[in-house]
């Protein structure tokens, strides 16, 4: 610790405690004086170093709260912002997953409606095969009676 030198009004005494006679000795009071306030300023310089240096402390500290605080704040939002992003992609798997049964289902369906027009395709040129062969035994039958009633007039 610094210890504050003696006031520079009680310094002007020489060394026995009388006043200063010779120049010498009223030039060594001067410096003695000036050495007494320097050294008074420079525990001043140095109280208001220590008071800086504390405030800068203080200042670090408040300064590394503030930035504690933000990454805290911003890392919460950051964990809530991702379990929502999570939920939805969640939610849209689920969806995914139902459309999917979905198309599934209408792709079956659609085949099925496929395997019955072409039944009925199948029933109707069956049917029309049978029509043809009844229209040509039809008009087989009608040529020989034609041809039995030509016959039976000649």
């Known amino acids: ?5 003696q006031a520079a009004s009680g310094s002007a005494t020489a060394a026995n405690g009388s006043f200063p006679t010779t120049i010498e000795q009223i030039v060594q009071a001067r410096r ?12 001043r ?17 408040l300064m590394n709260t503030k930035i504690n605080e933000a990454v805290e704040e911003r890392t919460r939002n950051l964990k809530t912002q991702a379990e929502l992003v999570i939920s939805l992609l969640e ?3 689920e969806q995914t997953s139902v459309l999917s049964q979905l198309l599934k289902g209408q792709k079956d369906k659609l085949r099925t409606q496929e395997d019955k027009i072409n039944t009925y395709e199948q029933i109707f040129n069956a049917h029309k095969r049978q ?8 008009t087989f039958q009608d040529d020989l009676m034609r041809t039995l009633k ?5």
């Open 1 to 5: 610790t610094v210890q504050e030198p």
């Open 32 to 43: 003695i004086a000036i050495a007494e306030e320097e050294a008074q300023r420079l525990v």
């Open 45 to 61: 310089i140095h109280a208001i170093l220590d008071e800086d240096t504390v405030s800068r402390r203080r200042l670090e500290s």
């Open 91 to 93: 939610k849209h798997k």
């Open 131 to 138: 029509l043809d062969t009844q229209t040509k035994h039809i």
């Open 150 to 154: 030509v016959q039976a007039r000649s």
